[in-house]
């Protein structure tokens, strides 16, 4: 059974830290993140976790310490937000690189110049060549359950996985969560087994330099280049697809709470008008489809769990139907569109659906989004997707222009 | 002969026919420094001459597990290390971050700082060639006064060394010490030391460098001898905070004669283009280091 | 079928002569004239100057002392250290021992 507690959504990402009985952590205070650490540093200091903390001097020596602990075994677990994710840029590359499963908390927050303290998305966005899974939660409840589900994808694909949610938001906003039972978690995940051990009695130089060409080892054998080390990454983020589903599957059936897509889904049963988002934004686009069906427009919202791997089949499915579709997102790729809008466009792209798509930027450096704004913004866009000339276009919403 | 020549062990850790220079100081160092370092050690290593002389994938040339990681990163490296150890259980293993002076006085010096303010149990071990060899020879933080390099090609380096050696000082070490590849029993020695002590031990070592210094390969134990008989290098052991010179150092300080500057600047072409003024600056510097190390070794 | 390494990520294990024969850098080789090295003049383990600071690890400490030639990078410091001038560098093709 578990316990239901009201809590911020950075304790229910510690308190899933603890279940899942990390060994090593290691970060470095930001905001929005800040009190996951400091929760786990009660954790650790109470023996209530009994695992190592190393306070690093930086996000950067905070996730080499994370590759460092897991490449010898032990489970890692870090969080940050903003520019300390961009910080880290070099070293998710190499977690990546170096096929770790460490897990890593984005509180997402926008990134300088100038400082903004507040939530978009802008950070997690602009990591997202680096090789890591991204998951996207909507509710506190999701934070803890998507970490827990973060450990077994992560330690099963050997890839890392970032869990992101919104600043403030989630962050520090209060809600009921039912917490897992430990011996659930327990029973969910099995202990981590690293793809290699590095220890004195099995010596290798892991990591080093590799040129393009393949080379031949001392047994004779042609070994990899660069590019088939790219190239089984890449394989294993496509096989994710599965193991994501299975392992939400899995936790459906112990939880109760439902974990079985890529993709999660409000109203869209007869929807002609088709949202979507990830995070928060995609939750308060649930409010404007109830509005929207009010004045009689069939809305319905998908919303991204998954972001990288892109769940593109499911996306395919999901918006089939759909007449129109709004792509709600909190970053810009700039000098084009939202990150987001160009994923699920190339998604289509082919395909026998060729709906009317726009995309609507909003709640950059945590501009207020309300539900109203976005039941508004769609109604302006479904008008203007007549006109042929703006069947796709990019809207700032509540920008001063 | 120096007797105690054979209590070294004849095992090779750093094995031949790698990719090191001819004559390469790190190399002559770092046969040493894995020969004393060999049982239950990992090391790590950021991008640097060093990741060559690794090798490249998929054969590596050093008999010591291994991690590399990013230039910046490597006392952070260790220390992760250090920490997945410990929550493991391996806690029989020396941690060794190996690292050249680019990430050890510059862009390491952050990690380093901060795993060493942590009290971490590892041993940072910098071999100091005085620039950014594998890049091609450009100034480091290390680089001495008068150096020409790639990116002080004309006017030479205008600022002195950094020292680096003060800095990790200020981080109440239980283990500082100083080698040099000019005297490989004493460096060997120093790392056996250093493995057996507990807490953030920092070593540095000498590294002649032929291509980069400018002189011919054959001469690199004459120039680190050279470094260390006119004071530019001091070979010297700080524990728990106690300075004492240690192997042809104390010869030195004990008799008090230290060769000219510039019998070590005229051997090298990096120096070529040094001013006068610049010779001298540079014996007035070694001249009051010297002053300093005495006056500490008084205690 | 060819055979591929099961690595997932990049990983290298120990072998001598990663670089290959790094015996062909040389431009020059060290020939020892063993009337004059200590060890076999005195015929005990002696000296062993070349053997310490050889950068390769090239040398053996035997009677006579052998370098292993398909490794020697042709540094030169064994000849510049050894005190009783033994080791002479010498032209590679020269065959004169
Ligand atoms: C962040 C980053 N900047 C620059 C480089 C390029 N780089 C690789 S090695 C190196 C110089 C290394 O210098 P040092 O640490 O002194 O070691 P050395 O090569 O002299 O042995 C540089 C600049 C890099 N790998 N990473
Ligand atoms: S450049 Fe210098 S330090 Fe680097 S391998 Fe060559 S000799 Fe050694
Ligand atoms: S250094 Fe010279 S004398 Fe000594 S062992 Fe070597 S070759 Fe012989
Ligand atoms: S020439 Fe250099 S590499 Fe060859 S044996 Fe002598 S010291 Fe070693």
Redesign the pocket.
């Given at each position: 059974m578990s316990k239901t507690i009201i809590m911020t959504g950075n304790t229910a990402a510690a308190t899933a830290a603890r279940l899942c009985r990390v060994q090593v952590i290691a970060a470095y205070p930001i905001t929005p993140q800040t009190s996951v650490t400091e929760t786990l540093s009660q954790y650790v200091e109470s023996g209530e976790l009994p695992a190592q903390y190393v306070r690093v001097e930086s996000e950067h020596s905070a996730m080499t310490v994370c590759i460092s602990a897991s490449t010898v075994g032990a489970r890692a677990f870090t969080s940050t937000s903003s520019h300390g994710l961009l910080y880290m840029h070099?070293q998710l590359h190499w977690a990546a690189g170096s096929r770790l499963p460490i897990v890593m908390c984005c509180v997402n927050r926008g990134v300088g110049a100038p400082w903004s303290i507040f939530n978009d998305q802008q950070d997690s966005i602009a990591q997202r060549d680096t090789g890591w899974i991204q998951l996207y939660c909507r509710n506190n409840q999701e934070i803890i359950d998507t970490v827990i589900q973060a450990y077994r994808i992560a330690e099963e694909v050997y890839a890392p996985v970032m869990v992101c949610y919104d600043g403030f938001v989630l962050s520090h906003t209060m809600m009921p969560v039912a917490v897992p039972q430990a011996d659930m978690v327990d029973s969910y995940l099995s202990p981590y087994r690293p793809h290699t051990i590095l220890s004195p009695d099995n010596v290798r130089n892991i990591n080093p330099v590799m040129f393009a060409v393949l080379r031949k080892n001392s047994a004779g054998v042609l070994c990899d280049g660069y590019m088939e080390m790219r190239y089984k990454l890449q394989e294993a983020l496509e096989k994710a697809r599965e193991v994501i589903v299975e392992a939400g599957r899995k936790y459906s059936e112990l939880t109760g709470r439902d974990y079985r897509e890529m993709l999660w889904s409000y109203q869209d049963k007869d929807a002609e008008i088709i949202l979507t988002g990830m995070g928060s934004i995609a939750s308060e686009a649930t409010v404007a489809v109830d509005m929207l069906r009010e004045a009689g427009i069939k809305a319905g919202v998908v919303g991204i769990r998954v972001y990288r791997p892109f769940p593109r089949a499911e996306v395919q499915k999901a918006l089939g139907k759909a007449k129109a579709i709004i792509v709600l997102e909190k970053d810009i790729s700039y000098g084009y569109e939202g990150a987001l809008c160009s994923d699920i466009k190339a998604a289509l792209y082919g395909t026998a659906i060729n709906a009317p798509l726009h995309n609507i930027v909003a709640g950059l450096g945590g501009r207020d989004v309300k539900a109203s704004e976005i039941c508004e913004a769609v109604k302006k866009s479904l008008a203007e997707m007549k006109g042929q000339e703006s069947r796709f276009k990019t809207h700032w919403l509540n920008c001063r222009q | 002969m120096p007797e105690n020549l054979f209590k070294v062990k004849k095992e090779e850790y750093m094995l031949p026919g790698n990719r090191a220079c001819q004559g390469c100081g790190?190399s002559l160092a770092y046969r040493y420094a894995t020969k004393a370092l060999h049982q239950k050690t990992i090391l790590t290593i950021?991008?640097?001459?060093?990741?060559v002389l690794h090798g490249l994938y998929p054969t590596t040339s050093v008999m010591i597990p291994c991690l590399n990681c990013?230039?910046?990163s490597t006392a952070a490296s260790a220390a992760g290390l250090v920490a997945g150890l410990a929550a493991t259980g391996q806690t029989d293993t020396t941690v060794v971050a190996f690292?050249?002076?680019?990430?050890?006085y510059?862009?390491?010096i952050q990690a380093l700082s901060g795993a060493a303010e942590r009290g971490t149990d590892f041993i940072f071990a910098c071999?100091d060639?005085e620039?950014?060899?594998?890049?091609g020879t450009?100034r480091?933080s290390?680089t001495p006064l008068g150096a020409l390099t790639t990116t002080t090609p004309i006017l030479t380096k205008v600022q002195h060394k950094k020292d680096m050696l003060k800095i990790m000082e200020a981080h109440h070490l239980p283990y500082i010490a100083t080698t040099s590849p000019a005297y490989p029993i004493d460096l060997y020695d120093k790392f056996v030391k250093a493995k057996r002590i507990v807490g953030t031990r920092y070593l540095q070592i000498q590294?002649p460098?032929p291509p980069?210094w400018g002189y011919p390969p054959r001469d690199t134990v004459k120039i680190a001898r050279l470094a260390i008989e006119t004071g530019i290098f001091v070979l010297f052991e700080i524990e728990d905070g106690k300075f004492h010179f240690t192997s042809r150092s104390k010869t030195i300080a004990q008799r008090g004669r230290r060769l000219p500057v510039v019998n070590y600047l005229e051997k090298q072409e990096r120096f070529q283009k040094m001013s006068m003024d610049q010779i001298e600056s540079l014996q007035k510097m070694v001249d009051s280091k010297w002053q300093e190390y005495q006056k500490k070794a008084e205690g | 079928m060819e055979k591929k390494d099961e690595n997932i990520s990049a990983m290298s294990t120990v072998a001598v002569g990663e670089a290959g024969r790094t015996g062909d850098w040389r431009d020059l080789k060290p020939v020892i004239n063993h009337s004059k090295c200590i060890p076999t003049v005195k015929n005990k383990a002696a000296c062993y100057l070349c053997w310490l600071y050889c950068p390769e690890g090239v040398i053996k400490t035997g009677i006579p002392v052998e370098i292993d030639m398909d490794y020697c990078k042709g540094c030169g410091i064994c000849a510049e250290e050894c005190p009783a001038k033994a080791i002479s560098m010498v032209p590679e093709g020269d065959n004169d021992e």
């Open positions: 070099e | 790190l950021p991008a640097s001459c060093l990741t990013t230039f910046a690292a050249g002076d680019g990430g050890t510059d862009i390491g071999y060639n620039g950014y060899m594998n890049t450009q480091s290390a590294a460098c980069g | -």
